[in-house]
């Protein structure tokens, strides 16, 4: 075992103690023998309370026609939930939406039900901070979450709220402050996307999440859906000394200060991405490979620009899941990210295949 995973595997034994540890292993042995996806997200929310420009969702009904904003009314998500039971039962992580899940008035009742399904099963958090009342942290101490990420994408007013768009700094670093001080089992972990208008608080930002507690920082970088985004994000095609550097100065940062940092590429390295690990469902039920692929999305990346249309692989309420999941496209589809060498066509644009996003970062772990 090296080094890393030696100290993840006994990081995990002091949080989830040995017994469950040993389940969870067990658990991902049988996924991978089975073929069965790490997670799932099954779309109860398509909405945000916010309005950021760099979100594709502001561009729903725009340049994405074919967006639906919605909120999944419980007794539908129910339904749907019990399509795809037998699946369930079988993946370690479960989302409820990969924009605002918190917005879901039911959202702790739908994992009351989900939990009813398979009692092992942990709801990871991304949030912006901005969507908390005294009842969702009340609830979020009731419930297994084993994670919670709030975006804060700089550490001035100025800069936070120039960017997510409708945001409050004050209310997001308060909610930070208190999740930190709740007795969670959860880690709280802070979010960066990475541009050229909040560069320049990049390295402070390292200490000033760790005084408000946070020791999980994860770091993307801004990814262009239509070329109005194309001047503000810093990596390149080829090599990038510039931002090499300030990532070295942050790894320094993050040492002193005890943190795990999650850092993107630099430049363009082709990957592929990890939703491979990961079903989507979107609002309608149907199964795409992520959000993005789920409507008609626009890409741009080094100035050229495609605008996908949706790859629907089967939707949950007319065909078997598992059928969907083990079709033939579908799983060439998934292999070619794995092997990370050729990208489907739908794919060559999008920075999460190129490292540069989410999947397939490096992390520095010094906890
Ligand atoms: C889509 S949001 C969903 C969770 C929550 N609403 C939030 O903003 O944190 C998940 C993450 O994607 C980030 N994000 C949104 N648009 C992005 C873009 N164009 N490039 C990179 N990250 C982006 C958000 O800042 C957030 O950290
Ligand atoms: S808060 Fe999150 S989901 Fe909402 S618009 Fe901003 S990035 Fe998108
Ligand atoms: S590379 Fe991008 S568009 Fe393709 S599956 Fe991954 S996240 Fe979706």
């Avoid at 200060?257 to 979107?282: E, V, Y």
Wanted: aromatic share 12%.
């Amino acid at each position: 075992m090296s080094p890393q995973k030696k100290s993840t595997f006994f990081k995990r034994i002091a949080h989830y103690g040995p017994r469950r540890t040993f389940n969870k292993l067990q658990q991902r042995i049988l996924q991978r023998f089975h073929g069965y996806p790490r997670s799932i997200l099954l779309q109860a929310v398509s909405a945000c309370n916010l309005k950021c420009e760099h979100c594709f969702l502001n561009n729903f009904g725009k340049e994405i026609g074919d967006g639906v904003i919605r909120i999944l009314p419980y007794d539908d998500f129910i339904a749907r939930a019990d399509k795809i039971k037998h699946l369930i039962r079988h993946v370690h992580s479960f989302y409820f939406s990969g924009f605002e899940a918190l917005l879901h008035k039911d959202l702790f009742r739908m994992m009351d039900y989900i939990v009813s399904i398979n009692p092992a099963i942990e709801f990871p958090i991304m949030t912006n901070g901005n969507s908390f009342t005294p009842r969702i942290f009340d609830e979020l101490t009731k419930h297994p979450i084993p994670e919670i990420s709030v975006s804060l994408d700089g550490i001035s007013r100025e800069t936070v709220e120039s960017f997510k768009t409708g945001a409050v700094f004050e209310k997001t670093v308060e909610t930070i402050k208190t999740l930190v001080s709740l007795d969670l089992n959860a880690s709280i972990g802070t979010v960066f996307v990475l541009h050229k208008g909040n560069r320049h608080e990049f390295i402070d930002y390292l200490d000033f999440v760790n005084d408000l507690g946070v020791k999980d920082v994860y770091v993307t970088n801004l990814m262009s859906f239509t070329p109005a985004l194309r001047d503000r994000y810093l990596y390149t095609p080829d090599s990038n000394p510039e931002l090499d550097t300030l990532f070295s100065r942050t790894i320094e940062k993050a040492k002193k200060n005890r943190q795990s940092l999650t850092l993107p590429a630099t430049h363009a390295m082709l990957k592929g991405c990890t939703q491979w690990n990961l079903l989507f469902i979107d609002i309608v039920g149907n199964v795409a490979p992520c959000d993005y692929l789920s409507v008609s999305t626009p890409f741009e990346l080094f100035g050229e620009t495609q605008q996908t249309r949706p790859l629907i692989f089967g939707n949950i309420m007319n065909d078997d899941i598992l059928s969907i999941w083990n079709g033939k496209a579908f799983k060439k589809f998934r292999a070619m990210h794995r092997s990370g060498k050729k990208l489907p066509g739908h794919c060559r644009l999008c920075a999460d295949a190129w490292g540069l996003v989410c999947s397939n970062r490096t992390v520095y772990d010094f906890r």
